[in-house]
């Protein structure tokens, strides 16, 4: 089993899966890079952290549509096909895109303008809410055994890659093209008609993607992809919630938020906070396929475990200290432990949850729980670190973090490892039955 090779069909659909996974996620992300800029556009002047207030909640409503998407794309995943599921989500995120990028601002037609910013969030929000269950699907399922965690693991680098584009095409922007006035009055469209172009491309690539050998042996199963089935695993649905919990808001944190943190709290300059964010992305980028491979050698819950005793002790006082940074250096390598810490998490809860499910409801049962947990915890991740900075106790953040984390711990604690009870070895049965 040590021996066992990727197949190039496979290694195909692992790199087309992903390169749509890449594309989704540029779309989600560039909402909050470039929510600096365009905020002021869509709401009424006013004090700059109460703009970003206003544009943080649509961003955390945009989460609430994810559970919806969790359970629409998860069961057309498992009823229809991963493939399919594929396809429709990055069809929702090209229109959501298309939508940001031609709306006029407030001073044009009024309160239409966020009302507007709004629905298009909520598309957004629908199709990246199925977009994660059905790729962990596809990439776990596409995987071999020996390697799930290896190529699991790039489920995170092509998310964290989404916002590297993103950054990338905003420090573009900022130094060479264009100038801060021009960003705020106009710039802040281009990534949006990019993000829908990229989408176009993504349903192309992906229309040529061949489906699981996981979905096709048990395709003729009547009973597949309902809540009611989903329920009938409920010590897996509440695994995913609980190790979830901690692991989604530790990664808001110090991903999407962050570039506002260093902006607000540590008083960077935005050019500046843009570089570092962009900088530690690549860097947690590269963590990624390190760690899952780790994870293949002595399993998952080694790794979660260490997430959650690191997250838990250190979060307080690395979040404090990165509070407190006097330069642009010392800021940048509080942020990289930050990440390292949280690599534990996001390099494998993927396959983990993957692992979790048979087929006949797998797409679905790591879609909607997740959907859910990253809502309540994840979506709000940036609206709560302003509201508690707004109300001038912003130090209650790093509590509530650590609060967090340390609920995860404990599930990570009581749960099996699914690298050696994993449902997906099921599948490679169920798989060599149907041959025979």
């Known amino acids: ?81 991963r493939k399919n599921a594929m396809l429709y989500s990055v069809l929702l995120m090209s229109a959501g895109s298309l939508m940001i990028a031609c709306t006029p601002g407030y001073a044009s037609i009024g309160i239409a303008a966020p009302v507007i910013l709004l629905l298009a969030r909520l598309l957004q929000g629908l199709s990246v809410g199925g977009e994660y269950g059905v790729s962990a699907t596809y990439l776990s399922e596409m995987a071999t055994r020996n390697r799930r965690g290896f190529y699991s693991s790039f489920q995170y680098v092509t998310l964290i890659g989404g916002q590297l584009i993103a950054l990338g095409i905003q420090l573009i922007l900022q130094k060479f093209l264009l100038t801060d006035q021009e960003l705020h009055e106009w710039g802040w469209r281009i990534p949006f008609a990019i993000g829908a172009v990229l989408s176009i491309i993504a349903l192309y690539l992906r229309s040529s993607l061949h489906e699981t050998a996981a979905f096709e ?52 300059p935005k050019e500046t906070a843009t570089v570092l964010s962009f900088c530690s992305l690549l860097i947690f980028a590269i963590m990624q396929p390190l760690f899952g491979l780790l994870s293949d050698r002595i399993g998952r819950k080694p790794l979660l475990i260490g997430f959650g005793i690191t997250g838990t002790l250190f979060t307080v006082p690395m979040l404090t200290a990165l509070s407190q940074a006097t330069t642009a250096g010392a800021a940048f390598v509080l942020l990289l432990l930050a990440l390292l810490i949280v690599s534990g998490y996001t390099s494998i809860n993927a396959v983990v949850k993957a692992e979790l499910f048979p087929a006949e409801i797998r797409a679905l049962g790591v879609g909607l729980p997740y959907a859910v947990t990253v809502a309540i915890f994840g979506g709000t991740a940036e609206y709560i670190a302003l509201w508690f900075k707004d109300a001038g106790h912003e ?15 404990f599930v990570y604690l009581g749960m099996r490892d699914t690298k050696t009870h994993s449902s997906l070895n099921e599948d490679a049965l169920s798989a060599t039955r149907g041959q025979l």
């Open 1 to 81: 089993m040590q021996n066992e090779k990727i197949s190039a069909r496979q290694l195909r659909a692992i790199l087309g899966g992903s390169v749509g996974n890449l594309v989704e996620w540029y779309d989600w992300y560039a909402y909050s890079a470039f929510a600096i800029y365009f905020s002021p556009s869509f709401f009424p002047k006013g004090d700059a952290t109460a703009q970003l207030l206003n544009t943080a909640g649509i961003f955390a409503l945009g989460f609430l549509m994810r559970p919806v998407g969790g359970w629409i794309f998860g069961r057309i995943a498992d009823k229809t096909g």
């Open 395 to 409: 130090t209650y953040f790093y509590w509530y973090i650590t609060a967090c984390i340390a609920v995860s711990l």
């Open 217 to 268: 042996a048990e395709k003729k199963t009547k009973a597949r992809g309902t809540i009611r089935m989903l329920l009938s695993h409920p010590r897996a649905v509440l695994t995913v919630i609980g190790l979830t919990l901690g692991g989604t808001l530790a990664f808001y944190t110090y991903t999407t938020y962050m570039q506002k943190f260093l902006v607000n709290t540590v008083h960077l």
